[in-house]
């Protein structure tokens, strides 16, 4: 990267912590090299109560865009100048864009869920989807589908301060989205579970139920909801096929898609904010899978988009 750094070179970052673990600087070079584009992009190690003099580093060093972690990203929806209708709605940013001094923060894990489903040949328009959770990513998916024209979306959430915040976010949805019929469960209730189910066209698990070292659990213990016209899909993307996919492929779902597609579209939809472009995602997937051969860890968080 060194060879390309000249004094014209752009800086883009990403803010948050911990950041030593990313692999966002990875993603992000690799792009900007792919596309000749002038920018280089690092990782900075910053606390909540550092978020506005982060900001006021990127307008003075003109930077065009930065990533947002946690547990920065409710401080920096907080402090940008404007957000763009889902992260209003949700109250948090993981992009912000440099608009000629002007802070725009934006929120695309919702983009890269949709994004995931195109890419396997699924469209959220009109569609009955239960989501489960009330976290970062669940709202974030929650959000973007009724945006995007999702029919209904039935979330549901244990009994914990997240269903409040799902109440209010149903609410706010109603404004924004008013096509779209959002209901929030409490998933103490297994029969309107199932219930909601049967009905559903999409479900997604919005959770980190499942994840390495938990791959041994499903937040669905009843099989019999899966269906050969049901579309499963989950965020957790380690490992790729989360026993929730693998039981419902057993069970004859029409389709099971998994978390890592949308932890790189994610990514994508912040570059293309950035710059305008289309990551080179089949390149990139190839660059990430010699890195992984050679022995370096995988992207634990590729856009730092991992709001659970």
């Given at each position: 990267?060194?060879?390309?750094?000249?004094?014209?070179?752009?800086?883009?970052?990403?803010?948050?912590?911990?950041?030593?673990?990313?692999?966002?600087?990875?993603?992000?070079?690799?792009?900007?090299?792919?596309?000749?584009?002038?920018?280089?992009?690092?990782?900075?190690?910053?606390?909540?109560?550092?978020?506005?003099?982060?900001?006021?580093?990127?307008?003075?060093?003109?930077?065009?865009?930065?990533?947002?972690?946690?547990?920065?990203?409710?401080?920096?929806?907080?402090?940008?100048?404007?957000?763009?209708?889902a992260a209003r709605i949700i109250g948090a940013v993981n992009t912000i864009v440099n608009e000629d001094g002007?802070?725009?923060?934006?929120?695309?894990?919702?983009?890269?869920?949709?994004?995931?489903?195109?890419?396997?040949?699924?469209?959220?328009?009109?569609?009955?989807?239960?989501?489960?959770?009330?976290?970062?990513?669940?709202?974030?998916?929650?959000?973007?589908?009724?945006?995007?024209?999702?029919?209904?979306?039935?979330?549901?959430?244990?009994?914990?301060?997240?269903?409040?915040?799902?109440?209010?976010?149903?609410?706010?949805?109603?404004?924004?989205?008013?096509?779209?019929?959002?209901?929030?469960?409490?998933?103490?209730?297994?029969?309107?579970?199932?219930?909601?189910?049967?009905?559903?066209?999409?479900?997604?698990?919005?959770?980190?139920?499942?994840?390495?070292?938990?791959?041994?659990?499903?937040?669905?213990?009843?099989?019999?909801?899966?269906?050969?016209?049901?579309?499963?899909?989950?965020?957790?993307?380690?490992?790729?096929?989360?026993?929730?996919?693998?039981?419902?492929?057993?069970?004859?779902?029409?389709?099971?898609?998994?978390?890592?597609?949308?932890?790189?579209?994610?990514?994508?939809?912040?570059?293309?904010?950035?710059?305008?472009?289309?990551?080179?995602?089949?390149?990139?997937?190839?660059?990430?899978?010699?890195?992984?051969?050679?022995?370096?860890?995988?992207?634990?968080?590729?856009?730092?988009?991992?709001?659970?």
């Open positions: 990267m060194e060879q390309r750094i000249k004094g014209t070179t752009g800086l883009m970052m990403l803010i948050g912590s911990p950041v030593g673990h990313s692999g966002s600087p990875d993603m992000y070079n690799f792009s900007f090299r792919y596309h000749k584009q002038d920018y280089a992009y690092m990782a900075f190690d910053i606390k909540e109560d550092q978020v506005g003099a982060a900001l006021d580093a990127m307008r003075l060093f003109k930077m065009r865009g930065a990533n947002v972690t946690m547990p920065c990203k409710n401080e920096a929806a907080r402090l940008v100048d404007e957000l763009s209708p002007k802070l725009v923060g934006h929120i695309t894990d919702g983009t890269g869920f949709v994004q995931n489903l195109k890419e396997h040949g699924v469209e959220v328009k009109g569609k009955k989807m239960v989501v489960l959770g009330a976290g970062g990513a669940a709202t974030a998916i929650q959000v973007q589908c009724a945006l995007d024209g999702a029919a209904s979306i039935s979330v549901f959430n244990p009994d914990d301060p997240f269903l409040e915040r799902a109440h209010q976010t149903a609410e706010k949805l109603k404004k924004e989205a008013p096509e779209c019929k959002v209901q929030v469960f409490c998933l103490d209730d297994p029969g309107k579970l199932k219930e909601e189910i049967e009905k559903a066209d999409i479900l997604v698990n919005g959770t980190l139920v499942g994840m390495k070292p938990h791959e041994d659990r499903s937040p669905i213990t009843d099989k019999s909801v899966f269906r050969s016209d049901l579309i499963v899909c989950d965020v957790v993307y380690n490992p790729e096929e989360t026993k929730l996919l693998r039981e419902a492929k057993e069970a004859g779902c029409a389709k099971t898609i998994g978390g890592k597609g949308m932890l790189l579209w994610q990514g994508a939809g912040a570059f293309k904010l950035y710059t305008g472009l289309d990551m080179p995602a089949q390149e990139l997937k190839a660059f990430l899978a010699k890195r992984e051969e050679e022995g370096v860890e995988p992207l634990a968080d590729v856009a730092e988009n991992v709001p659970f």
